[in-house]
Structure formats: C-alpha cells, structure tokens
C-alpha cells in the first residue's frame, strides 16, 4: 500500500511447535467442534505461556465456525475459536517485565500487530494499517498456518497483548469483557458519554447488556430499544431507565430529536434512519453490531441537526486495561452462563436462536 510503512517480517522458515494442547475444534462448516490437538510455539523472550481457566463465547465464534463470513474473512480449517481468554501464567520469556508466573491475565481478540504504523503506535491496535493479527483464524507469522484461540487448555502470547486482571472481578464473568466488554466501552467513551446525557442502546443481547452497563457507570440517562417486550423486565434488572418497543411507531415518535449518543448492538438487519431521527443536534449514532446487507440511511436525516453515524470495533491495548481496571472498580461483569466444552456444539444452537442470558463462558477446567 502506497505511504503505508511495511512491518519487518523475519524471512524464515516455520517454527517447528514446541508442544501441543489440548482443545476443541471445527474441521469444516458443518461439522461441529471435537477435541484437537493445538499447535504451541516456543517461547520467544517476550512471550506468556497462559493456562486458560475461562473462554467466552462470541457470536463471532459462530459466524466464523460456520464460514457466514467467508466474503471477507474466509474460515480456514481446522478452526479452533476463542477470543475472550482468562488464564494463569504458567512461563514468562526472559524479556517479560509486566507478568509473573502465577498472575491471572486475560487475552481479548488480538495477539499481535505490527507495532510501528501511526495507529498502533497511538494505542489503536485494533485499527493496525497492516491488520493485528486476530487471535485465531488469522496467519500465524511463527508457526504458519492460521492461530488458534482460547478453545484450548493453553496459549502462548506476546508480553504486549496480555492483560492484568483485578482479583476483584468474577473471572468466568470477566471473559466476556474482553470482547464485549471493550466492544461497548470504547465507542462510549470515545464520544465522551457522561453524567446527565440522554444515551440509546439498541438491542438486549451479549454487546447490548454490557452497553447498558457501562452507559449506567457513566451517569447517563439509559434508554433501551428493543423489538421484544419480553425484555423489558430483565432491562430494568439492569438499570435501564426506560424500555421503548421499536416497534411500536408512537413510542419511538416520543423521542424524536432528543439523544445524545445512540451505541447499536443489533446484527440482523434493521432501520438505521428510524434511530438516527432520535439523535439531537450533533448527536451521533455509532455501530458494533455488523448487519449482513448494507443499509440504507437518508442523507437528510443526517444533514438536518448534523447528526453523525459512525463505527467502533474493539478497543486497543492500553483502552481495554483501562476497561478492566474500570469494571472491577466498579463491580462490572457479563451476565453469563457457564458451560463444559463438552456442550459447546449445544450452545452454539443456542445462541443462533439468542437463547443465552447474555453470554455462554466455557470452564476449560472440563477439558479432560
């Protein structure tokens, strides 16, 4: 890419692994997930080898699994999934200054990048104009092949993209925050949600639960939209101010022109100008979810009051630290339910039918 600095990538062959893990995973779209054996490097002078302890499950899990995004991010199989990892240090490499044997760390969707772009050296890992590579599914620059992530009973990962984790937080309820988590605080953050802003949230699920969450932590004012009134009980449960059926046209007319910040959680297609119109002036409607179709939006609905519409994708580094140091003062965690990896084909099912309240988390201590 033109004016785009190239990272200084070793020319040489594979490393050979150093041991093998245990793990689950997918050997094509159809298969389900069964035990694997995983691949493991070496470890390098500012590496981590992490024992898991805990994997939340991503919808992006499935998606990937099952080869729903093979336009633009093909799956390449064997699949191993798994990037909200909470683990121990088991081994630290010569260079590693930040960790020990023994700390609890957490490792979120990246496991490197190529650390010298303008990007990631502002602390937007997540934006690396040479792309991070993603903790599985992505090419694996020391093994060859592909990474595998967290659906496994170890990983071995650079110094730079393990995170600490408070003794203060529930650690199975801490996994889903490394996704989730700082998928919903980043965007709330960069557009400086606080104290006394009127704040949407669109959609009760894995990334809509901790959106409210962490919108309530602010001080805002948190309203929920949702297509189901039988969420309406369980948003209450969660601080929300006020549930709107979006549905119902005369709920949502109530509203018109009076948010300051709408966070979209929502990947099913949808009517983005129906949340826009809500947006005051200079309000801004931001997306995570990641609909399949593109979306139509009315150019005037952003015009008048000057409304913005924009995207947020994870968080880097240095913000998902703060994220986690944030929820454990703060008392912050995912809603989850816990399951064996021996059940996880099971919970895929459900969660294409969005039967889990908010996010399965799998014990890797059952991987046996």
């Known amino acids: 890419m033109s004016g785009v600095a190239t990272p200084v990538i070793e020319t040489q062959a594979p490393e050979a692994p150093a041991y093998h893990a245990k793990g689950y995973a997918a050997n094509s779209a159809t298969s ?11 470890l390098r002078p500012d ?6 302890q805990y994997c939340g499950v991503c919808h992006s899990d499935l998606h990937q699994v099952r080869n729903e995004w093979q336009s633009t991010m093909p799956t390449v199989y064997p699949c191993v999934p798994g990037h909200e990892i909470i683990g121990r240090v088991t081994k630290t490499g010569r260079a590693v200054k930040k960790f020990k044997e023994d700390d609890i760390v957490g490792v979120g969707c990246m496991v490197s990048s190529c650390g010298i772009c303008e990007n990631c050296r502002a602390g937007d890992e997540q ?3 040479n792309f991070p590579t993603l903790t599985y599914n992505a090419e694996d620059k020391i093994l060859g092949g592909v990474t595998y992530g967290g659906y496994s009973d170890s990983i071995v990962v650079r110094e730079a993209f393990v995170l600490r984790i408070s003794d203060k937080l529930d650690l199975a309820g801490a996994a889903p925050l490394l996704c989730a ?19 949407g949230i669109v959609g009760l699920g894995g990334l809509g639960h901790m959106g409210v969450k962490f919108a309530k932590a602010f001080g805002a004012n948190v309203v929920l939209f949702s297509t189901s009134p039988r969420k309406t009980a369980d948003a209450k449960r969660l601080g929300v101010d006020e549930v709107v059926i979006s549905t119902n046209p005369t709920d ?25 119109e809500l947006l005051k002036l200079d309000g801004t409607m931001t997306l995570v979810g990641a609909p399949e179709k593109p979306a139509s939006v009315s150019a005037f609905n952003l015009l008048f009051r000057r409304r913005r ?3 947020s994708i994870i968080g880097g580094i240095r913000e998902t630290q703060e994220m986690l140091d944030f929820c454990a003062d703060h008392g912050i965690t995912s809603d989850i339910e816990l399951i064996k990896i021996q059940d996880i084909n099971q919970a895929y099912e459900r969660l ?8 399965f988390v799998i014990d890797m201590s059952s991987l046996k």
């Open 32 to 42: 389900g997930l069964a035990n694997f054996s995983v691949p493991r490097r070496e």
């Open 127 to 129: 934006f690396c104009v």
């Open 47 to 52: 590496d981590v080898q992490i024992n898991i």
């Open 181 to 199: 988590g700082i998928t919903t605080y980043s965007p709330l953050r960069h557009w400086n949600v606080s104290k006394g802003q009127k704040v």
């Open 252 to 276: 949502m007319q109530k509203h018109l022109a009076s948010f300051d910040f709408i966070l979209d959680t929502v990947s099913a297609d949808h009517d983005l100008n129906a949340y826009i």
């Open 309 to 311: 519409l924009a995207g």
């Open 352 to 359: 294409a039918k969005s039967d889990v309240k908010y996010r």
